[in-house]
């Protein structure tokens, strides 16, 4: 993902001043960086959920400055999962393979590969409330992985989580991301987590 001279502004609020980032690919990135200080809001950018007031975003070598999200083939975790509710764990997966019209049979070998992965095979069936945590993050990352996104957003994913949860999802995180090879950028404002997990940590000043 190469980020170039990004400038976003909310009314006469600058939120990003010209930034420029290179997150390589197939890597594991972290972007630091205090509470307001625009992390979220370049993830939304990369993601093309928000828009630069200027400059461009490239991803795989293509400009996505004006691509749709969908275009973009970006999966996306927030910090605190907005699952369907009244949908099982296994439809919340299907979510975005759904949405794109996959053949039936596609999707739900999709989707059972996908729970195994993140160990809810078992939990296919339940609602998002019957989980703990750690599994509705876990059903988070299954989801995002569905469309198999070349780059995986991650955006403060584990802070609502307690410390032994919370370093159980980093851990399962390397596990896939080794498996896929996907490109990963994560939010955090966690030094800790950021130097457990990140082949390389990018610092943003307020
Ligand atoms: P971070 O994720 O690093 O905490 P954000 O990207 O969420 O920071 O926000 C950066 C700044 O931009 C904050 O001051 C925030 O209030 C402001 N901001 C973000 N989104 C909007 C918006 N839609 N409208 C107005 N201000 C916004
Ligand atoms: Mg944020």
């Keep these: 993902i190469t980020i170039s001279h990004v400038t976003r502004r909310f009314g006469s609020f600058v939120a990003l001043d010209d930034v420029s980032v290179d997150i390589p690919s197939g890597r ?5 960086g205090p509470s ?3 992390k979220s809001t370049l993830l939304r950018i990369i993601a093309g959920l928000d828009h630069a007031d200027a400059g461009t975003v490239e991803i795989e070598g293509v400009d996505a400055t004006n691509l749709s999200p ?3 083939n970006v999966g996306f975790v927030f910090q605190h999962y907005a699952a ?3 949908l099982t764990v296994a439809r919340n997966v299907a ?3 759904e949405i794109r019209k996959r053949p039936k049979d596609e999707v739900q070998r999709r989707v059972t590969e996908l729970l195994q992965l993140v160990h809810l095979d078992q939990f296919a069936d339940r609602k998002p409330a019957q989980l703990s945590g750690g599994q509705r993050q876990r059903m988070a990352l299954a989801r995002a ?3 198999e996104p070349s ?7 584990f802070g609502a989580l307690d410390a032994q949860t919370r370093r159980a999802m980093q851990d399962f995180l390397l596990t896939v991301w080794s498996r896929t090879a996907t490109t990963v950028l994560m939010v955090t404002h966690d030094v800790e987590e950021a130097v457990y997990l990140s082949n390389r940590i990018y610092v943003m000043a307020a």
């Design 28 to 32: 594991l990135t972290a972007l630091l």
């Design 36 to 38: 307001g200080g625009g």
């Design 70 to 72: 969908q275009a973009r």
């Design 84 to 86: 369907f509710k009244h």
């Design 95 to 97: 979510f975005g393979l």
């Design 145 to 147: 992985l569905a469309v």
């Design 151 to 157: 780059v995986l957003l991650l955006d403060e994913p």
